[in-house]
């Protein structure tokens, strides 16, 4: 039986999340490359929030 992700209650779009998410897990980059990343693009994000992004919706 498999979890529903919930993105209530997140600051982000789903979309935002799931792309850095998927940033993390399929290449190797490290947190602040991704927070990098993502700032060139105009989202403005701390490594850590994707550090947390990447532990609550990552093994789903």
Partial sequence: ??????????????????HAVWLYF????SLRLIEEMLLERGIVVSYETVRRWALKFGPT
Avoid: G, N
């Fill in 26 to 29: 399929r290449f190797p980059l």
């Fill in 1 to 18: 039986m498999s979890k529903s992700v919930s993105y209530k209650h997140h600051r982000f779009p789903p979309e935002i999340i799931a």
